[in-house]
């Protein structure tokens, strides 16, 4: 690695960013242009029906945002002709074709002369997702995306985030390695991209010949997709897409420079641009959120596993130095795990003692204004402990009100049909999520932490981009930063 400034590297450099008002692109376009900025442009490529509409949206779900609050006190009522300056809002989809949806055939040839680095963050992280929406945007939309690459006269450098949870149920250390082209985690052959398409075609041109409403459509598709993913070892669409698409990208990448970048469970910000900004419920703060306001009263899983999250700034900053560190490798591909269960693991107990003590010294306000008293939760260490519980708490009464309900009031029927929906959320949950409550697995990272070692020894400014894990006090953060974060930004 030839290893530089990170601020000079990115001085007068020309970025495309797909997904741009996602979690991470966010944060990573607003630490680009409070850190440097003399960029020379970011591209950054969103849904939208029109550039007016991916305006709109940007300014509403990024600049408007807390994040940007850094910027607003640097550059006051300038901010937003900073960011015009600094920035193309563009209307776009890349599951389109290898244009990216992108209509402008002026902007097209400005983007193909111009840009030197791609950075793909377009996904969906819906573990339930529809198997058609989840392959056209996780699997077909990067390939579409490598295509364009492709066209860039300019390019330095791909960057494509995946998942590390890529690795399935994978138990023990698991490398920074690729999967190849056709690999399946059981063994199972016969694993195709194109007969992966034409089933998920097939099968939604069935559906729609059948005449069945979209309700319906949606539910067949969302079960298709597990149902395929388990066909080859993988838990659920998402990780089966994403596995997906890094194979096909290291299939077809030719000479293109490819940087595959697999960060663990991304959490609140550690410390860049402030401590604990995070949006929307991410996979451990429905916990947080379930506890805080008194409706979750157990916890399905292994009380001493270990946890792998990484704060959200950690995996911006390492991308960043990552771009800068493998720029211009022709042909290359390496693959970075970004988290913490090597570097600095942290317990599943760790998180719940910190939650309790958080909640009984700032109790949740609930809407009667009374404050909301937690408890301890009660954890179920395994499934036959959870089967037992359901059976205990709901199942039986369940069959109570179905016994009576053909005799009782419409109000024993409501409450039927509403505890009938409860368990069966419940039960989705656990089918879609129980991978990963009794997960064994830890996630080598050497090859980041030969990056964060190289990156120190070349005096880089990793004070800049530090996406040191073992800067991390988990009891402070979880205390002061992310619980309370996760409070001011999600509770609603």
């Not at 494509?160 to 399935?168: I, K, L, M």
């Not at 760790?350 to 404050?371: L, S, T, V």
């Not at 505890?419 to 999520?433: A, T």
């Amino acid at each position: 690695m030839q290893l530089t400034s990170v601020l000079k590297f990115l001085e007068n450099r020309t970025i495309l960013v797909t997904g741009a008002t996602g979690f991470l692109a966010k944060i990573f376009v607003e630490k680009i242009l409070r850190v440097q900025p003399n960029v020379k442009k970011l591209y950054l490529l969103l849904r939208a029906q029109d550039h007016n509409a991916a305006l709109q949206r940007f300014k509403n779900e990024a600049v408007e945002k807390d994040l940007f609050k850094l910027l607003r006190e640097k550059y006051g009522a300038n901010l937003n002709t900073f960011i015009s300056q600094r920035t193309t809002i563009i209307p776009g989809d890349i599951t389109c074709d290898e244009n990216l949806g992108v209509k402008d055939s002026n902007l097209l040839q400005e983007m193909w002369r111009e840009v030197e680095v791609i950075v793909n963050l377009a996904a969906t992280t819906n573990f339930d997702e529809r198997y058609d929406t989840a392959l056209e945007l996780n699997t077909l939309g990067a390939i579409h995306v490598l295509n364009f690459a492709k066209k860039c006269s300019k390019l330095k450098v791909l960057l494509h985030v995946s998942t590390a949870y890529v690795s399935g149920e994978k138990t023990g250390l698991i490398l920074e390695t690729p999967y190849n082209l056709g690999e399946t985690l059981n063994g199972t052959s016969g694993l195709n991209i194109d007969t992966e398409k034409k089933v998920m075609e097939e099968t939604l041109k069935h559906l729609r010949f059948q005449g069945c409403s979209e309700e319906a459509i949606t539910a067949a598709m969302k079960e298709l997709g597990l149902e395929r993913a388990r066909k080859y070892g993988w838990p659920n669409t998402y990780v089966f897409t994403k596995a997906l698409a890094e194979m096909v990208l290291g299939d077809l990448k030719e000479d293109v420079p490819l940087v595959i970048f697999r960060p663990t469970i991304v959490t609140s910000t550690f410390q860049d641009p402030f401590p604990g900004w995070v949006e929307g419920i991410r996979t451990i703060d429905s916990l947080a959120v379930g506890y805080g306001k008194g409706k979750l009263t157990c916890f399905l899983g292994d009380p001493d596993a270990i946890i792998d999250i990484i704060p959200a700034d950690m995996v911006v900053n390492a991308m960043i130095v990552t771009m800068m560190a493998h720029a211009d490798q022709r042909g290359s591909q390496i693959i970075y795990h970004v988290g913490t269960s090597v570097s600095n693991p942290i317990e599943f107990t760790c998180i719940q003692d910190c939650a309790f003590h958080y909640f009984r010294e700032h109790p949740w306000i609930d809407k009667q204004g009374k404050p909301v008293i937690v408890g301890k939760v009660n954890v179920l260490s395994s499934m036959d402990s959870f089967r037992r519980y359901m059976a205990l708490h709901y199942l039986l009464p369940l069959k109570g009100l179905e016994i009576v309900n053909t005799v009782l009031c419409q109000f024993l029927q409501a409450k039927y049909l509403e505890l009938h929906r409860k368990i069966k959320f419940v039960m989705r949950l656990i089918d879609l999520y129980g991978p990963y409550l009794f997960f064994k697995g830890i996630y080598d990272d050497m090859n980041t932490e030969k990056l964060r070692r190289a990156g120190k020894a070349a005096g880089i400014e990793m004070d800049v981009f530090n996406f040191n894990p073992k800067s991390i006090n988990w009891e402070d953060y979880f205390s002061n930063t992310h619980i309370p974060g996760v409070v001011k930004y999600v509770f609603k």
